[in-house]
């Protein structure tokens, strides 16, 4: 096998590569065998190789894999209703979170008629123009200006600082509930609500990107949910798919005569293998299995609290998104080695901080060993 010949080398990627996954546990090209902290960066919130998955996109592939969206598509209705519970909101499907913020983008600005949109920074929202100009991060942008215009980047969890560049033209504010690149950084409640009267004050749309927050991350099916906030639009994707290419951009029912026929579109989005699965991922994410989530949640934010070790600065995080920000002397890529050495996948987050995404179907025992690898790496 050839390796690192014909590929970009866009990606610092590690010497080995998975080949198998079952449940929260990966083997890779030599049989080592890890457990899985990462979910696939998200995505995989009900593990790997789950039955029902396997067999509900097996019996789709059995009927039609495709169809234009110029026919009707029922799949794509189940999952839109099963996304909305009766609430006030139309779905577009697309097929990554940074479509999903590039619909969300082109709407705030449709409907408006608006074009500054305020973003964060250390905000991570995409890599494709739109997505990477509301990224509020220099080194992201870097090599690729001109960008998009009209994104103004404030610092997060300051609402001075983003109520002093609120203009007529503001179209939108567009966050991450807990900035997941950026750092695991979690919003503060009093914060968010000051948004949220804000934006309807000023008629300002609230943009919630829930790319990685959303299905269950957080502990509840959307991270909105515990802030108490409604967004005006709110975008998904990772764990929508559960490892098949899915996003979907939400928005509230009067938003929708701005997205009329031919006003945005693509391919594939909203394909019916992605549709299949989607929509028995949000039959298996019930509130048993949330309420579960929540438990493995309190167990590892408890279990991670009793490692006594001084490379550890903070904790933080919701559900099973977790932040370990590490003293500045330590290297987060060094910890993720001695981890992997360990068998345990993780990840890194901003530029010092080590990130926590175990699948939401995680067991008990399978959080008590991971807490005792971590424990082994941080003790050494
Ligand atoms: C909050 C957030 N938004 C958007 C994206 C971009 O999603 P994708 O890589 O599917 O384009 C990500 C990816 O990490 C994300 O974490």
């Given at each position: 096998?050839?390796?690192?010949?014909?590929?970009?080398?866009?990606?610092?990627?590690?010497?080995?590569?998975?080949m198998?996954?079952?449940?929260?546990?990966?083997?890779?090209?030599?049989?080592?065998?890890?457990?899985?902290?990462?979910?696939?960066?998200?995505?995989?919130?009900?593990?790997?190789?789950?039955?029902?998955?396997?067999?509900?996109?097996a019996?789709?592939?059995?009927?039609?894999?495709?169809t234009?969206?110029?026919?009707?598509?029922?799949?794509q209705?189940?999952?839109?209703?099963?996304?909305?519970?009766?609430?006030?909101?139309?779905?577009?499907?697309?097929?990554?979170?940074?479509?999903?913020?590039?619909?969300?983008?082109?709407?705030?600005?449709?409907?408006?008629?608006?074009?500054?949109?305020?973003?964060?920074?250390?905000?991570?929202?995409?890599?494709t123009?739109?997505?990477?100009?509301?990224?509020?991060?220099p080194?992201?942008?870097?090599?690729?200006?001109?960008?998009?215009?009209?994104?103004?980047?404030?610092?997060?969890?300051?609402?001075?600082?983003?109520?002093?560049?609120?203009?007529?033209?503001?179209?939108a504010?567009?966050?991450?509930?807990?900035?997941?690149?950026?750092?695991?950084?979690?919003?503060?409640?009093?914060?968010?609500?000051?948004?949220?009267?804000?934006?309807?004050?000023?008629?300002?749309?609230?943009?919630?990107?829930?790319?990685?927050?959303?299905?269950?991350?957080?502990?509840?099916?959307?991270?909105?949910?515990?802030?108490?906030?409604?967004?005006?639009?709110?975008?998904?994707?990772?764990?929508?798919?559960?490892?098949?290419?899915?996003?979907?951009?939400?928005?509230?029912?009067?938003?929708?005569?701005?997205?009329?026929?031919?006003?945005?579109?693509?391919?594939?989005?909203?394909?019916?293998?992605?549709?299949?699965?989607?929509?028995?991922?949000?039959?298996?994410?019930?509130?048993?299995l949330l309420?579960?989530?929540?438990?493995?949640?309190?167990?590892?934010?408890?279990?991670?609290?009793?490692?006594?070790?001084?490379?550890?600065?903070?904790?933080?995080?919701?559900?099973?998104?977790?932040?370990?920000?590490?003293?500045?002397?330590?290297?987060?890529?060094?910890?993720?080695?001695?981890?992997?050495?360990?068998?345990?996948?993780?990840?890194?987050?901003?530029?010092?901080?080590?990130?926590?995404?175990?699948?939401?179907?995680?067991?008990?025992?399978?959080?008590?060993?991971?807490?005792?690898?971590?424990?082994?790496?941080?003790?050494?």
């Amino acid at each position: 096998m050839i390796v690192g010949n014909y590929l970009f080398s866009n990606y610092a990627r590690k010497p080995f590569e998975i080949m198998e996954g079952d449940g929260c546990y990966v083997t890779d090209n030599q049989g080592k065998t890890y457990l899985d902290f990462t979910s696939g960066i998200g995505v995989m919130n009900l593990g790997y190789n789950q039955p029902k998955l396997n067999q509900v996109l097996a019996e789709q592939a059995q009927k039609i894999w495709h169809t234009p969206n110029l026919y009707d598509n029922h799949l794509q209705e189940i999952v839109a209703e099963k996304l909305i519970q009766n609430k006030d909101y139309l779905a577009f499907f697309c097929n990554s979170g940074a479509e999903a913020n590039e619909a969300a983008i082109k709407l705030a600005r449709k409907a408006t008629g608006k074009s500054q949109i305020i973003t964060f920074t250390n905000s991570f929202h995409g890599r494709t123009y739109g997505a990477m100009s509301a990224t509020g991060q220099p080194s992201i942008h870097a090599g690729f200006e001109p960008l998009v215009p009209g994104f103004v980047y404030v610092p997060y969890n300051d609402f001075a600082a983003l109520e002093a560049e609120v203009t007529d033209q503001t179209a939108a504010i567009m966050l991450e509930l807990i900035q997941g690149e950026g750092g695991v950084t979690v919003a503060d409640s009093e914060w968010i609500q000051q948004i949220a009267t804000l934006c309807q004050e000023k008629n300002i749309l609230l943009v919630i990107d829930e790319v990685q927050t959303g299905i269950g991350r957080t502990g509840s099916l959307f991270a909105f949910e515990q802030f108490q906030v409604t967004p005006d639009i709110f975008t998904l994707a990772k764990g929508l798919g559960n490892g098949f290419p899915v996003g979907a951009m939400l928005g509230k029912t009067e938003l929708g005569e701005h997205f009329g026929p031919g006003s945005h579109g693509t391919t594939f989005g909203g394909n019916k293998l992605g549709m299949a699965v989607a929509s028995e991922i949000l039959e298996e994410l019930s509130s048993e299995l949330l309420v579960a989530s929540q438990q493995r949640s309190q167990q590892l934010f408890s279990g991670l609290a009793e490692i006594k070790s001084d490379k550890i600065r903070e904790i933080r995080g919701k559900g099973l998104m977790i932040g370990i920000e590490l003293d500045p002397e330590v290297s987060v890529n060094d910890i993720l080695e001695a981890l992997e050495i360990e068998g345990l996948l993780a990840l890194r987050a901003g530029t010092n901080t080590l990130r926590l995404l175990p699948p939401l179907t995680i067991s008990e025992a399978e959080i008590t060993l991971g807490v005792e690898k971590l424990k082994k790496v941080f003790t050494k």
